[in-house]
């Protein structure tokens, strides 16, 4: 079949943002939802698997965190082979891993089994899948970027509302091994959202307009010059430090409103809640970060929804209630779906095309990090004091950290550019271009005087022009 060509986003070809691209958005917007979803729903056969393996809660917890970090830390390893491979064929084999580690879980006899299959095979699937969907997403959308983030982001809370019941239907129904067997037939549809992931190609030139053949650069796997931008350190630094506290909340709410004395099924309401606003909050904010004023400041947007969700933390602390929790999750899935609409959108703007997919690698990667510290301090924070107020004041607190290093970051430390393009090759392109129109105009301009010369010489006879077979029409 000949040797892979890599999809690397030639610079010479203008992102349709439209077209093919609403087919890659959709790929976008189901692998997102079984990226960060799956992770959460596979947690309704953990009693089961407890019951079977007669083991605790917090070893079953271990297939959760091995998923999400294999979904984070793996970001340089997918950068390597989006870099080498292209984004489909990539896509295409996180697919099958993602479906193998699941349906070979389910004829697994150990937890530890189930560590390797359901965890760490599977994990490294959806990574697979996850990283190069946002970069051809990247691709695709340029004026409409933000709107596409958006709504591909919905994927998340979409997903999470429907895999939760579908996962309790089928453990019913079927138990854990055969709920692991099906949605392992499930997660084949990455396949095919990759598939959709279609390369764009490079207008083709007549034979006229060709020109030389030019030395081929060779392309880095991975890109570690994005560290010399001022701006894409401050953005890693305070995503590593907002999700130290981001996702504890959602973690801790449903537990909050047991300890307060409320039934499981009232509690778990909360989450069902969250998700419901979540799904709107992401496309609405996409819009919002889209309009002509607002997107030259998206970073400043990123850091008000990060603000907005620690405040809201801040304000549950305070909960005494059914009621008080009701308002926190309104108020968090509207900012924790913000967050989750701007994030990558942000970066994207900060880095740019060309060297997106190596920077999302290594701010996943330092993310990762901050995602296995999170939960696991906070509740050893909770089994020191017993109370879930502090829990709710530190993941504030951090989160609205992050929101200050960015904006003040970016404010302070951050000058201005002029909107130049972003590679040598597009700025070559750009002056060669600007030089033949300059010149265009020159050549017109000489043509429009040399006529006007001509005119003026021409004499006049009894107040009339006279004319020649050359002035006349």
């Known amino acids: 079949m000949g040797a892979v060509v890599a999809d690397d986003g030639p610079s010479g070809v203008k992102a349709p943002d439209g077209g093919w691209g609403w087919a890659v958005?959709?790929?976008?917007?189901?692998?997102?939802?079984?990226?960060?979803?799956?992770?959460?729903?596979v947690s309704v056969f953990f009693k089961e698997l407890i019951r079977?393996?007669?083991?605790?809660?917090?070893?079953?917890?271990?297939?959760?965190?091995?998923l999400l970090a294999m979904l984070y830390g793996t970001g340089p390893l997918c950068s390597v082979c989006v870099n080498r491979f292209g984004c489909r064929?990539?896509?295409?084999?996180?697919?099958?891993?993602?479906?193998?580690?699941?349906?070979?879980?389910?004829?697994?006899?150990?937890?530890?089994?189930?560590?390797?299959?359901?965890?760490?095979?599977?994990?490294?699937?959806?990574?697979?899948?996850?990283?190069?969907?946002?970069?051809?997403?990247?691709?695709?959308?340029?004026?409409?970027?933000?709107?596409?983030?958006?709504?591909?982001?919905?994927?998340?809370?979409v997903f999470l509302c429907a895999l939760s019941p579908l996962g309790q239907i089928l453990q019913h129904e079927y138990g854990w091994r055969g709920g692991f067997l099906i949605l392992g037939g499930m997660l084949l549809n990455c396949c095919v959202c990759g598939a959709l992931m279609r390369p764009l190609e490079p207008p083709k030139k007549s034979e006229a307009t060709k020109d030389?053949?030019?030395?081929?650069?060779?392309?880095?796997?991975?890109?570690?010059?994005?560290?010399?931008?001022?701006?894409?350190?401050?953005?890693?630094?305070?995503?590593?430090?907002?999700?130290?506290?981001?996702?504890?909340?959602?973690?801790?709410?449903?537990?909050?409103?047991?300890?307060l004395g409320y039934q499981d099924t009232k509690a778990a309401f909360l989450l069902t809640i969250l998700g419901f606003i979540d799904i709107f909050a992401r496309p609405i904010c996409g819009i919002i970060a889209g309009l002509k004023w607002v997107r030259?400041?998206?970073?400043?947007?990123?850091?008000?929804?990060?603000?907005?969700?620690?405040?809201?933390?801040?304000?549950?602390?305070?909960?005494?209630?059914?009621?008080?929790?009701?308002?926190?999750?309104?108020?968090?899935?509207?900012?924790y779906g913000m967050v989750g609409a701007l994030q990558f959108e942000v970066l994207m703007a900060i880095v740019g095309t060309q060297k997106f997919s190596s920077a999302i690698g290594l701010v996943l990667l330092a993310e990762a990090m901050a995602v296995l510290i999170g939960p696991p301090s906070a509740g050893k924070l909770l089994d020191a004091?017993?109370?879930?107020?502090?829990?709710?004041?530190?993941?504030?607190?951090?989160?609205?950290?992050?929101?200050?290093?960015?904006?003040?970051?970016?404010?302070?430390?951050?000058?201005?550019?002029?909107?130049?393009?972003?590679?040598?090759?597009?700025?070559?392109?750009?002056?060669e271009l600007n030089k033949s129109e300059d010149k265009t105009a020159e050549d017109a301009k000489v043509d429009s005087i040399e006529v006007e010369q001509f005119l003026k010489d021409e004499p006049e006879k009894n107040g009339e022009v006279v004319t020649n077979p050359e002035t006349c029409v």
């Open 89 to 157: 064929p990539v896509m295409l084999v996180g697919g099958l891993f993602a479906s193998m580690g699941m349906v070979i879980a389910s004829f697994c006899t150990s937890i530890v089994q189930i560590y390797l299959t359901a965890g760490v095979i599977t994990g490294l699937g959806l990574a697979l899948n996850f990283q190069p969907s946002l970069i051809m997403l990247n691709r695709y959308f340029d004026k409409r970027r933000p709107l596409a983030n958006g709504l591909s982001a919905a994927g998340s809370p």
């Open 385 to 431: 004091t017993g109370r879930y107020m502090f829990v709710f004041i530190i993941a504030g607190i951090e989160v609205t950290t992050s929101a200050l290093v960015l904006a003040l970051g970016n404010f302070f430390c951050i000058k201005k550019k002029p909107e130049e393009p972003c590679t040598k090759e597009e700025a070559a392109e750009r002056e």
């Open 296 to 335: 030259p400041r998206c970073v400043y947007l990123f850091s008000f929804a990060m603000i907005f969700n620690g405040f809201t933390d801040l304000m549950g602390s305070m909960s005494v209630d059914y009621g008080g929790l009701v308002v926190f999750c309104i108020f968090f899935g509207i900012s």
């Open 212 to 259: 030389p053949p030019e030395k081929k650069v060779k392309k880095k796997l991975l890109d570690f010059s994005v560290f010399k931008d001022g701006g894409f350190v401050i953005y890693t630094l305070a995503a590593s430090i907002m999700v130290l506290g981001l996702f504890v909340p959602p973690v801790f709410v449903v537990s909050y409103a047991k300890d």
């Open 25 to 41: 958005l959709f790929g976008c917007f189901i692998i997102t939802g079984f990226s960060y979803a799956f992770p959460k729903a």
């Open 52 to 66: 079977e393996f007669g083991i605790g809660y917090s070893d079953t917890a271990w297939i959760s965190s091995i």
